[in-house]
């Protein structure tokens, strides 16, 4: 999948050269917290599933480069409207763990992103699909942390390869889903599930991200009929 992103350079010497953004929003997705609740959600239509799938791809396959998407000022509809609530949103930042940033750092390496250069990449095409069954995600080496109003999602290039993967069979899903057909959604699709290498004794060692599905324009071309 081509996808057209702004490659924000850092300079110096580090092996973290480059932040890249979607130049398209993806206007529909949100993220929530994870860690404070170690549970939430990645909510997108079918449109900013498929993209995203590919920019997790393109981030698994970018030893010095993250892929930041700033999604906490999109608009939103009631549902997450009541996530924001209980949970908090935040924005997103994928990631090899192999790419030096520290979470500490993001906010002066977020306050450098003004202007950059346009670029089309090819993103690496999804490989094969998974059973249907096959949603609870828990053998993928991913983990997240949380820091200045974001979710880093970070994993091995295998890893994010896997999610990216997963991510895009969800947004094929979509399109099929009967529910989403009928309502708009949301619709529980997948699940991401990983360590919280940050819990103390008395805390679940775990998050979940439950990757849900909501797309109007289903619902109103369903309407008009």
Avoid: K
């Amino acid at each position: 999948m081509r996808v057209r992103v702004t490659v924000h350079e850092l300079g110096g010497g580090a092996r973290l050269r480059q932040v890249l953004t979607p130049r398209d929003p993806l206007r529909r997705t949100h993220q929530t917290r994870l860690l404070w609740a170690h549970t939430g959600a990645l909510v997108g239509s079918r449109a900013d599933l498929l993209r995203l799938g590919a920019l997790i791809r393109l981030a698994a396959v970018s030893p010095h480069s993250v892929v930041f998407l700033p999604l906490r000022a999109n608009p939103r509809s009631a549902y997450v409207e009541h996530w924001a609530e209980i949970q908090g949103l935040a924005d997103l930042v994928v990631l090899r763990t192999d790419v030096p940033l520290r979470r500490s750092a993001w906010p002066a390496v977020r306050a450098r992103l003004r202007r950059g250069r346009p670029r089309t990449v090819d993103t690496p095409a999804p490989r094969e699909e998974r059973r249907p069954d096959d949603w609870r995600r828990d053998r993928l080496d991913l983990g997240v942390t949380e820091f200045a109003e974001t979710v880093f999602l970070a994993g091995t290039a295998e890893a994010l390869l896997e999610a990216g993967d997963e991510v895009t069979r969800c947004g094929n899903e979509v399109a099929v889903h009967r529910d989403i057909h009928r309502f708009g959604g949301p619709a529980l699709l997948s699940q991401f599930v990983g360590p919280d290498r940050h819990a103390g004794p008395r805390r679940d060692e775990a998050w979940e991200c439950m990757v849900l599905a909501e797309d109007e324009l289903f619902r109103r071309a369903r309407a008009g009929d």
